[in-house]
Structure formats: C-alpha cells, structure tokens
C-alpha cells in the first residue's frame, strides 16, 4: 500500500472468514482462475516484448501498464468470456506483472514466473474496495447478483453508508477449502485506552529477546513460555507419513497423472487442518501474549530483528524454531504499539544482544552456554535475560534517556 497515512492513523488489517454457498463458491472460483489466466497472459506478453527488445526491433524492453490494457481490450473483444473478470482484478494482475518485469530488469528480483494450478498458494483474487461493504455479518463483493451477501462471523458494525473505505481486498481459497477476505483500513490511533482501563505509564523501556522454549524474555525479568505444540506436532508426522506413502504410490502407477483416489485426498486435507491448527495455536498465544505486555504501558519496547533464514542452517536448532514465528512475534508487537501510541525500537541483525555484559559492557563469545559468567565483573546471569536488558539499555540510547535500569532485577 502506497498511500501517505498521518502520524494519527494507521493501517489496519482484517481477515475475516467467509461461508458462501454453491453458486457462491462457483463465482469466487471462476474470478480466480479468469485471473490467472490474465495473470499468465500478460507474461507471455511481457516475454514477446523482451524477446524483440534483445533482437533489436524495439527500444522498449517490457511492456507498461498502459499498453497490457490496449492490447487486453482488444482481447476482450474477441473473447467473451474475459468480460467476466472484475475491473480490480485486471488492474491488479497487470499492475503485478509490470513491476515484475522492471524489477527484473534492473536484477533486483529472478524471472517472473507462471502462476499454476496445482500451487494453492495462488488461488486468490482482487476485488474492488469501494464496491464492497458489510451489513451486520453479510457482505458483499463485486460481480455478485443484486441483493446477494455472502456470509460471514464478523460484526463489525459497518454498513452501506459508514465513513469507511477499504483498501486491497483480496479473496482467497486456503489449502484446507476454507473461504476468506483479507482487506485494510485506515484507523485512528487509540491515545485513550489506558486511561480508560486506569493504567499507568511504566518508567522504564522493555526489552524483549525471542527464544524458542521461552519465547518472551522481558528485562523485568518476567518470562511468556511458548505454547507445548508436541502432541500436534507428534499427528502431523503420522499424517505426514501416510501422504508421503500416497505421493510414492503416484509415482510407481503407469499413469502418474491420474486421478488421486478419495482417500489419499482426505488425507491432504487432514494434514492442511493440522497444520492450520498448529498455526492456530501460535498466533493465539501470540496475540495474547503480546497484548499482556502492551498493557504494561511502558515508555518504549525493543526487540531485535533476527536472520530466522541463516538460523535454520544450523541443523541441530533448525527443527526447534521452525514453529517458533520469531517474525511474526515482532510483526504482530510492532502494529500493536502503533496501535496504542507506544515507540517501538528495533535493534539491528549485528547488535550482540547476548554477547554484551548487561553490568559493565564486557563483550565475550559464550557458546551454547545457557548462563553469562562475566570474567570482568563476575555477574551471573541467564543469558537470555542478559540480552533482553541490553536491548532495554539499546532503547535508551536510541531515544536519548538516562539509563535507570533496576539492577536488582539482575538474577545471578
């Protein structure tokens, strides 16, 4: 989203879940794939024009956003069936395949790629933002017959003349069957919330280190452990199993491009719904968490930015903190605090959090080991909690605050 939002407003995003019927599904799906092909066909067109730009029989070396829609007007004309495409649907995919051709030229990204069937990841759609609106929990969308609303879970409040605008909807089919809208508002940052529930403001910074058993290490000492996912864990490598036995069965048929039976395709399903719900689990904790510790109402909150990437190609961690969403942690406190008027601080990938002596600034390599032994000054400390007060101290810096950080809360 490219739009300029005041220092009073923000972006909000929503993901609501949508629960349409027969001909309902049948119409999201037909503006998904009229989309992909649209999608698709415009590549092909950027690589025409990439293909005479290198024989040297024109100067232009991808095509603009202009020139896609005059030559998919004049494929509109002769194919009646693309006039079912939504108008923010079309602007969307030739928006998108424009700026990946110039990316590409200027090698700042790989070639564009095609958009498959077979990859759920893009079963998806546009639609336009002021042709939608909700009424108590129905919706409705573009495209859809007069006085039809899709159902849904979500009471907003909003209707048809509420002061709201929307930004980027986009419909979407999960791997599991499940419907959803995801979509943006501009919203004015709450500055009343903690007078309202009578809380005081902290005299401190909070620093957060992100673990993986303990997954908020706060410099106030306290501790949010992450949620036990092994049980979950344990049923998804049993059904991970069964569709590896089902992809090996595929393969040694005569004929590997038939049909699935129903069984192995259940079996996917219930392997989608577990990973759903493991990912359930973490964004609860997550939002519960984050929300515990946004009602503190310090001054400022730090967390360091981690490489999850070069983390996963250490093997004996790799398993440990791939359900861990350090990204998410930080995502999800940072639009928080914009959301409540709290700075947020995030401290830079070369900042050795845990490498630092919290008491007297001593810098040392300390291993796996779970304790920080200062040979220095002597403190002894978790080292976890030594690198969540360092990244306190690194907030009052940032901000130019004098350091009062409570050395009892130092735990030898």
Known sequence: MNFAIDSNYYSKGYRVQLFPTETQKQFIIRCIELSRYLYNWAIDMEKEQLRLYNEGETEKSFLSVYDLGYKFTKLRQENDFLKEVPRASIENSLN???YAFKMYMKKQCNYPRYKSKKNKETYSYQTRGDRMFFEDNLLRIEGLPRNEFIKTRFHSGWNKYSDVKFYCPVIKIDKVGNYWISFN???EVNTTYFEDNNIQKMDRIIGIDLNNK????????QIYYGPDISKELEKL????????KDIRRNLERTNPD???SNRSKKRRIKLNKQYKRIHN????FIQTTTKKIINMNPKAIVMESLSVKSMKKNHLIASAIQYSSFFRCREVMKYKCRNFNIDFIEADRTFKSSQICSNCGNEQDI?????YICPVCGLRIDRDINAAINLEKFGYNKLNIPDFTNKNLIIS
């Open 214 to 221: 303990k997954r908020f290490v706060l410099s106030t000492g």
């Open 185 to 187: 508002i501009i919203t």
């Open 96 to 98: 998108r395949v424009e």
């Open 367 to 371: 291993g796996r080991s779970k304790k």
């Open 281 to 284: 689990i973490e964004e609860n």
């Open 258 to 260: 038939a049909e699935q």
């Open 237 to 244: 490598n049993k059904l991970q199993r069964k569709c590896s």
